[in-house]
């Protein structure tokens, strides 16, 4: 996977360097300038714990029953950058960008009672640094003369952190107090809840040992691609509004992937708290699709026979939707001075 990654990253240099050299062409016609400024928008997810995250129109599908699972605008979370535009050829630039923003579900959030069941939630901070080269579809050939607006559709490669955590149940502080002291959110991915710090033992029913994944990095590349328009509202001032996908190549944001729930026992033994966290199944009767105060009115120790923790077939995603206002920064050639003295001869 990490070779279609650097394959991906070594195309869009070569692309980038290709037309830095094509552009030096125009440089007696057209003007190469930089634009920055900060974005404010909503950062969303698309996971174990929301498989149709990205299904804008659910939210105008009619009643539970006919509504897909997982309501977009209910794991909607905020997020802010900045960026730096370099333009460098009429309709190709390059753009450096800094992300800010959260992820959060629950399976309360959920219409299917297995989901419910399951009792899953996580939140999750992404940090990003990511390049983007975008193509705008309406040139610019004087930075001081630009269209009114344009089209334009951006991709990329970057780095981001993440980190989820989770709250414990109110049942473990009463359980546990010697773990619980209060509610506050733990880090998920040092608890190892699918089993990775588990040294397999031999099953002595089956004979066969367990295979347990390994640590997940907290740090990873993304693919950034996505659209965007360009409008101009002032001589030295645009707005831009951007919709950004992020291919990942983790399926930990929620820190749910496997298949299978790890051995109950074994996780205790290892680690009480990461037993807690990695099976936290129980019937919720009564239930919120508008937030994770769900009541857990009964919890009967264990999932429900046959019930998957994850799907490890399919990657994690998340999104950025941002609005945003660049600055013009540009010093435009002046006129030469003479001197009349030296003109005349004086």
């Known amino acids: 996977m990490m070779k279609v990654v650097r394959n991906w990253a070594i195309s869009l240099v070569f692309a980038a ?25 909503s950062c969303h997810y698309q996971g174990d714990l929301d498989d149709n995250g990205f299904d804008w129109w659910a939210v105008f599908e009619g009643g539970k029953e006919n ?44 219409d299917s009672f297995g989901r419910r ?22 040139p610019t050939y004087d930075p001081l003369y630009r269209k009114r607006w344009s089209p334009y559709f951006f991709a990329g490669v970057g780095v981001f952190f ?23 959110f733990v880090e998920l991915q040092p608890l190892g809840t699918e089993g990775q710090f588990l040294v397999p033992q031999v099953d002595p029913i089956t004979g066969q040992i367990p295979s347990y994944p390994s640590p997940y990095s ?42 299978d729930y790890p051995n109950y026992e074994e996780m205790m033994a290892y680690n009480p708290v990461a037993a807690l966290f990695s099976d936290r199944s129980g019937y919720i009767a009564e239930y919120s699709t508008r937030g994770v105060s769900a009541s857990l009115v009964q919890r009967l120790g264990g999932r429900e026979y046959g019930e998957k923790r994850g799907n490890p077939k399919r990657d ?6 941002a609005l945003g206002v660049t600055m013009l920064i540009y010093k435009p050639d002046r006129c030469p001075k003479y001197d009349l003295g030296n003109l005349f001869g004086r």
């Open 17 to 41: 360097l290709t037309a830095l050299g094509v552009g030096q062409a125009w440089a007696q016609r057209s003007y190469s300038f930089f634009t920055a400024g900060p974005h404010l928008g």
């Open 218 to 259: 907290l740090t990873q590349i993304c693919v950034p691609f996505g659209a965007g328009v360009r409008w101009k509202i002032s001589p030295k001032f645009d707005m831009r509004f951007d919709i950004g996908l992020r291919k990942l190549f983790t399926d930990y944001l929620d820190d749910v992937s496997g298949i």
């Open 117 to 138: 069941w399951r009792n899953q939630h996580f939140r999750s901070p992404i940090t990003e640094i990511s390049a983007h080269l975008i193509y705008e579809v309406f």
């Open 162 to 184: 993440f980190n989820p955590k989770a709250k414990p149940d109110p049942q473990w502080i009463k359980d546990y107090p010697e773990y619980f002291q209060d509610d506050r």
């Open 67 to 110: 509504r897909k699972i997982g309501n977009p605008i209910d794991l909607l979370r905020p997020g802010v950058g900045f960026s730096v535009y370099y333009h460098f050829l009429p309709r190709f630039l390059v753009r450096a960008q800094f992300n800010q923003g959260w992820i959060a579900a629950a399976d309360s959030f959920n």
């Open 316 to 321: 994690d995603w998340y999104a950025f939707v």
